[in-house]
């Protein structure tokens, strides 16, 4: 969305204040994190595809709040919708598509095609970065952002088109209850106890959790690039470099899939090495280990999400999605907090750890 790159600036230009706008994202993180397993518990009970749709809908809702009422209490409510519309995404989407494939019998396919998507949001998000600077001379803050409400829109309706299902058909005495057999809590409960009651979903979860929220070190990256001499004029066009990379290794998902988890392993530790050499170059040629440390985690992500796919078996796959995406939040902080302590290289020392101890991890089949 070409409003991503400039709404803090938005808020700025509509007399926000630093700690408004502070305040502003505690809400959003607040409001994703809370409704985070209540609505994969919701996808997985009605519709998933229904709530992919709306996730598009609430965000474009969102940023119609924010260019109408451009003030603290407009930007707030904007970020709820959007907050609760990305809870709703999150989960949701994984499970509509496997289950989708799974019903065809292409669940080997997931993979290579959720990487793709991937690739082609990657290289979107840099097109529409780009897009913001003409749309904002052309029109300001307000055609930034009803661009953005349309593009919202208009992934709504594509979210629309994709079938839903509830994966393969199971023979006659087999089946167990579905999702829309069960009671809103009892989708919920099933979620979560799938994920402490069967170790090789655990085991699965517990590696997107950490591993996905290695992730967060990415936030840093204009702060790194500046620290090892970058230019700060300069910082912007380096960046770009980190979308385009992830896109590149992402779209390799499908090959890579059929790597064993020892493959997968020494991906994560090959990433963990480029960060942690290009933390002890600090120069400005450290921001291509950078960009190849984001390049190879975010391929290892899409695997792992794969994998905690194949492992769930039960009528809640959102809701199970859903409780990792929590995990890697809170992840994610602990990360903040690595790197605030000993910087990007203990973030890597931690990348090396995990993937050391990935392979035994999921050896568990149950």
């Not at 803050?141 to 593009?151: F, K």
Request: no cysteine.
């Amino acid at each position: 969305m070409p409003l991503y790159a400039v709404y803090a600036l938005l808020f700025l230009a509509s007399g926000l204040s630093e700690g408004q706008i502070a305040l502003l994202f505690g809400i959003w993180s607040t409001v994703a994190v809370l409704a985070e397993v209540p609505s994969g518990a919701w996808a997985d009970r009605f519709s998933r595809r229904s709530a992919v749709v709306l996730a598009s809908l609430l965000k474009a809702a969102g940023f119609t709040v924010w260019v109408s009422w451009p003030e603290f209490a407009g930007f707030a409510i904007g970020f709820v919708l959007w907050g609760i519309g990305g809870s709703l995404q999150s989960g949701a989407f994984e499970a509509l598509v496997y289950d989708s494939l799974d019903a065809a019998g292409a669940a080997d396919q997931y993979p290579g095609l959720m990487g793709r998507a991937q690739s082609v949001a990657l290289v979107t998000e840099v097109l529409a970065t780009a897009a913001a600077t003409p749309l904002l001379l052309a029109g300001g803050y307000a055609l930034v952002g009803w661009v953005s409400v349309g593009l919202s829109l208009a992934g709504a309706v594509l979210a629309a088109r994709i079938p839903e299902a509830r994966g393969r058909p199971q023979p006659a005495g087999e089946q167990e209850s579905g999702a829309n057999e069960l009671g809103y809590f009892q989708v919920l409960r099933a979620g979560v106890a799938e994920i402490v009651t069967r170790p090789r979903v655990l085991a699965a979860a517990l590696a997107v959790v950490l591993v996905t929220g290695l992730d967060g070190v990415e936030e840093f990256s204009p702060l790194l690039a500046g620290a090892w001499g970058v230019p700060a004029s300069l910082v912007p066009l380096v960046l770009v470099a980190l979308p385009l990379t992830a896109a590149g290794a992402t779209a390799f998902s499908g090959a890579a899939a059929r790597l064993p988890m020892l493959g997968v392993a020494t991906l994560l530790a090959t990433a963990a090495a480029a960060l942690g050499a290009a933390t002890l170059a600090a120069q400005p040629v450290g921001m291509a280990g950078f960009a190849l440390w984001h390049g190879l985690l975010r391929l290892v992500i899409v695997l792992l999400d794969a994998r905690l796919q194949d492992a769930i078996t039960g009528p809640a796959r959102a809701t199970v999605t859903s409780v990792a995406s929590l995990g890697t939040e809170l992840s994610a902080i602990a990360v903040f907090g690595a790197y605030a302590g000993g910087g990007a290289g203990l973030v890597a020392a931690m990348a090396l750890l995990i993937a050391v101890t990935l392979p035994g991890w999921l050896r568990v089949r149950r």
